[in-house]
């Protein structure tokens, strides 16, 4: 493994990343790291991932990390749960990944919006930026619904309201209707 101490949770990701690619299995990077590629820098010593997996192929998934020198915790969701499945992955130095499986909501073809990037000499496949607000928008605690508006009104790029709009109503009403607040609080003056 590429870690070496603590606080080097990307490192650790970079090496699930090369396990998710041995074994075909498509992902892209979410969370803290994905905001800090849309605009968006904040502290955080987790990395997180989401992926293209059958729930019910978690178990499977957890034997490969381990058999790859992983600690790992998988916890399945109760059917109210929007996330299906979660593989965490740790060290010996406490770095932590977590996988996301089975994201009720996330369009498949949020994998092709992924932006690649090079990190540590090894391609890295982030969500896009739409797809990164509405995730943050579902999930709706306090510095998701910052990191959202941050997004909007800071991102990489000019963010596709149409796009946007459509990812966030297959998350539910309540998160579409959050995004409109948010579009409405940022006086119409989001790029796209």
Known sequence: ???TGSGESALLLLDAVDVLTADGINYAVVGAMAGSVHGIVRASFD????????????AELERKFKAAGFQTTLRRGDPDDPIGALLSL?????????????LRGL???????????????????????????????????PQDLADARAAINTGSRAVDLI????????YGGATAGTL????ADAGGSAPG
Not at 47 to 58: E, T
């Open 47 to 58: 990395a997180d991932a989401v992926l293209s997996l059958a729930v019910q192929r978690a």
């Open 180 to 183: 409109e607040k948010l579009l």
């Open 1 to 3: 493994m590429r870690t």
């Open 107 to 141: 369009e498949p073809t949020a994998f092709s919006r992924a932006i690649e990037l090079t990190f540590e000499k090894t391609a890295l496949r982030v969500i896009g930026l739409e797809d990164f607000i509405a995730m943050k928008v579902f999930a709706g605690g």
């Open 90 to 102: 740790s060290d010996a130095f406490e770095n932590r990944v977590d996988l996301l499986i089975g």
């Open 163 to 170: 796009l946007l709009r459509r990812l966030a109503s297959n």
